[in-house]
């Protein structure tokens, strides 16, 4: 009878393990709208293809193939992680830049490569990297859009002021953080309308519901908007429960106010 016992648990264990690794491959896209009055008339609609946290995945050309009219490529860290090939990350860079110009900042995965290594890369490949840096774009009657980008904060090397420090005071802003936590920093007069980051994986594995993080979510902040993505890729183990992973479609438009 023990061994009966013993058969049908280790039976639900590896259909349990298949699940949590058919769960990591999945290639979701969660599109969503995201109107907000401050938003410039003039730009209509910006249309940004989010993804996080890759680290060991392969993007392939089917993937991308499923997405189309993307004005933005944002990667939001972990872009890869010790043991990666260069080449591959190459080749994932190459499929992103398939959909549009592509924008990177460091997460704390990138730095276990030789980051020199892959800043190189990066701008090779004509990848906005920002680094405690921001981009501008501005409409031919003159509003201005202006993407921001914060460094590594678990290894102290982000830095929100200097980020900002040529920005417009009346522009839009989206900031790109892979930590989430960069909310913590905000003072007054940021004036930033999106935040954008991932890092967490939506607690990756989560049993019961419950996990060592949230899972991915879309909040309304006092001071902001903030998307937290579960990522695209895995940490240590390629297994996923209960946390599937994402990239996001977001068009982010313009709302009259009431």
């Known amino acids: 009878m023990i061994w009966i016992i013993l ?132 409409s031919e009657l003159g509003d201005r859009l202006e993407l921001v980008g914060v460094d590594d904060l678990v290894h102290e090397r982000d830095d929100l002021a200097t980020a900002l420090e040529e920005t417009e005071s009346d522009s839009f802003k989206i900031l790109v953080s892979h930590e989430p936590e960069i909310v913590e920093k905000f003072a007054d007069g940021e004036n930033i309308s999106l935040v954008l980051s991932g890092h967490t994986h939506g607690g990756q594995i989560r049993i019961f519901g419950f996990g060592p993080h949230e899972k991915g979510r879309l909040t309304q902040l006092p001071h902001t908007t903030q998307l937290i993505s579960n990522g695209f890729g895995t940490s240590l183990v390629p297994l996923r429960l209960g946390a599937p992973p994402e990239t996001h479609i977001l068009t982010v438009t313009t709302r009259a106010e009431a």
């Open 7 to 138: 058969g049908v648990v280790a039976l639900f264990g590896v259909s349990l393990l298949f699940y949590m690794y058919k769960q990591a491959m999945q290639e979701n896209i969660i599109e969503q709208t995201l109107a907000f009055p401050d938003f410039p008339q003039s730009f209509g609609k910006i249309r940004i293809f989010f993804i996080s946290d890759i680290h060991k995945r392969k993007i392939s050309a089917e993937f991308i193939n499923k997405i189309n009219n993307i004005d933005l490529v944002i990667i939001g860290g972990d872009l890869t992680e010790k043991k990666v090939p260069l080449s591959q990350v190459s080749e994932n860079i190459e499929q992103l830049k398939e959909l549009g110009i592509v924008f990177f900042v460091w997460g704390n995965n990138d730095y276990e490569v030789d980051y020199h290594e892959l800043d190189s890369l990066l701008l090779q490949q004509g990848v906005k990297i920002l680094d405690n840096t921001s981009y501008l774009f501005e």
